[in-house]
């Protein structure tokens, strides 16, 4: 562990009398097209209001500014909530990973030695795409490779369709040339990869933050007791359950593949397990259900097979969970919540259950512990268990009743929220939900921000990547794209770059109105700091504002 430094006060600092309050709109960036532009589009009368009248500048929120491998990857929920609490850049899960593969480290290390020596079946089970934020196919192909390789014999491969971080109908582009990789690998007769059960990510496997255990239980019904409908292939599963139910694949309904009306790929006592995501939000559900004993009461499991089980990184850096993982995580080390607490300030965070560990454990580096139990609050308001379209304004006037309530108590020093509504509204791809969650989002920053002036404190709006700026795909000339006469949905987050505000009612000059430009959001824990009255440590990005 390294020691944490010793932050200073800030001389010429004014001691505001109301708290900083930081505001995440997840999923809400600056778009490029106006068409489909659900936060542009929307009235938004506070924020276009506050747009005018206070500091604001765009942040990078996507690609290196946050740690992944290119600047062609969309920025997201964890590399974007790490940024902010780390303060500075770590490479992420995404990158960590394909260094491994390509050092080898990968295939070295204990986990990986120990799945391909078991006597039984090799399952991977994992999303099945190049979206980036939760997997990569392209891991899954170099272990299946080494696999073959290394002499394993019997692989079964249970793959969910994204639709949620690739084009929202586009899993046959991934499972079409997967089945014909399995096929050539296949071919020479010592080795039996197939693909054995699936499903949409939203449908099964994939849930987080216990906000819905039934989808967890679809998985494992599925994956581990073969109970489902069965098809002879992924591609026909797909294919029949998209014409049938005309789902977005992220919502395809559970299948299972069978031959002989008997499913080839049951999770059994002696097989081996690899969950080849390394985003740990959505994986430590289905990990628990392998790894938990007799206590487990989430759902009825009918049947627990002894596996080794391994992940591809570890999820949850304080609980040590999986035992065994591939991949090491990022140590992500004295973040903002340490440095806070060290200084003795108190800090209170607040989301519904879809993003609740976005401002508590991502935003703390991957771990579900706090630093101190007595200087830090975090509550949780249920989200509805509804397609988000269906309740477009979330729960932001719920976070908001509890927000007014603590703002007033001025019991904290700085107080962290996540609005789900950008992102979450924003992944169904219905523009017109977009608008209306983003009209309510901004009604409920209206409230806020009449708090805030009135005990004098200072609001952030702040974003951790694009979602709800861009509800339609584009050709690359700019046009929309259009799909049975219609704008064709776009259901994944965006390159955009993201707004910071600082609304500051009792400013006292400190610090120069203009703020810096070109900056990422890991720029941010500095910035929170110095509005605390505190300087930053030296190993944090620079902050946003030049204090004079
Ligand atoms: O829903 C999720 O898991 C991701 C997209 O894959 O979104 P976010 O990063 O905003 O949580
Ligand atoms: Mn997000
Ligand atoms: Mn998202």
Not at 55 to 68: F, I, M, Q
Not at 89 to 109: H, M, P, R
Not at 127 to 144: C, P, T
Not at 491 to 497: F, K
Request: glycine share 10%; with cysteine; aromatic share 8%.
């Amino acid at each position: 562990m390294k020691e944490l430094e010793t932050l200073k006060k800030l001389p010429s600092w004014k001691k505001r009398s109301g708290p900083v309050l930081f505001v995440v709109m997840d999923g809400v960036g600056y778009g490029k097209y106006k068409e489909g532009d659900a936060v542009a589009n929307a009235v938004m009368e506070t924020f276009a209001e506050l747009s005018k009248s206070s500091p604001l500048v765009s942040l990078k929120a996507h690609g290196l500014a946050v740690g992944l491998p290119s600047d062609d990857d969309m920025g997201n929920s964890e590399v974007g909530h790490n940024a902010f609490g780390a303060g500075r850049i770590f490479a992420q899960g995404a990158k960590l990973v394909n260094q491994s593969l390509e050092d080898g480290t990968l295939f070295t290390g204990n986990a990986w030695k120990q799945a391909i020596a078991t006597e039984g079946t090799l399952h991977f089970i994992g999303l099945l795409s190049d979206g980036g934020v939760h997997s990569n196919i392209a891991h899954l192909r170099a272990m299946l490779t080494q696999a073959k390789k290394d002499g394993v014999k019997r692989v079964r491969v249970h793959a969910l369709l994204d639709g949620r971080d690739v084009p929202a109908t586009s899993a046959l582009e991934y499972f079409e040339p997967f089945e014909q990789f399995l096929a050539d690998l296949n071919a020479d007769g010592t080795f039996d990869a197939k693909i054995a059960s699936g499903g949409g990510r939203m449908h099964m496997t994939m849930d987080r933050y216990n906000a819905d255990w039934p989808m967890v239980e679809r998985g494992w019904r599925a994956h581990v007791l073969g109970e489902g409908r069965q098809f002879s292939s992924a591609v026909e599963a797909i294919k029949t359950l998209r014409d049938e139910t005309q789902a977005l694949d992220q919502d395809i309904p559970a299948f299972v593949i069978a031959e002989n009306a008997k499913p080839i790929g049951t999770i059994e006592d002696g097989d081996a397990v690899i969950l080849f995501n390394y985003r740990g939000d959505r994986a430590l559900e289905i990990t628990a259900a392998f790894e938990s004993g007799s206590e487990f009461a989430h759902f009825d499991r009918v049947r627990v097979p002894k596996v080794f089980y391994a992940g591809m990184m570890e999820y949850d850096g304080d609980l040590h969970v999986p035992k065994n993982y591939l991949v090491s995580p990022p140590s992500i080390d004295r973040t903002l919540a340490e440095h806070l607490c060290k200084l003795g300030l108190k800090q209170f965070s607040i989301s519904e259950t879809q993003k609740f560990g976005h401002i508590t454990y991502f935003f703390n580096g991957n771990k579900s512990g706090k630093f101190d139990e007595n200087l830090e609050t975090y509550v949780e308001i249920k989200s509805d268990n509804v397609p988000f379209e269906q309740r477009p304004a979330m729960k932001c006037a719920e976070i908001t009743d509890e927000l007014l309530k603590v703002i007033d108590s001025k019991e904290y020093d700085l107080i962290k929220v996540n609005f789900p509504n950008g992102d979450m509204v924003g992944h169904t791809g219905s523009y017109q939900a977009a608008v209306c969650s983003m009209e309510a989002m901004d009604l409920n920053i209206g409230r806020l921000k009449k708090a805030i002036e009135a005990v004098g404190g200072i609001m952030i709006l702040t974003a951790d990547h694009g979602n709800a700026d861009e509800m339609y795909e584009h050709k690359k000339d700019g046009s929309v794209q259009m799909e049975n006469g219609k704008p064709k949905a776009k259901t994944s987050h965006t390159l955009n770059p993201v707004p910071f505000l600082i609304y500051d009612p009792q400013y006292q000059g400190e610090y120069a109105l203009q703020l810096k430009e070109g900056l990422g959001i890991s720029s941010i824990a500095s910035t929170l700091l110095n509005l605390l009255g505190y300087e930053a440590p030296s190993y944090y990005d620079a902050s946003i504002i030049q204090l004079k």
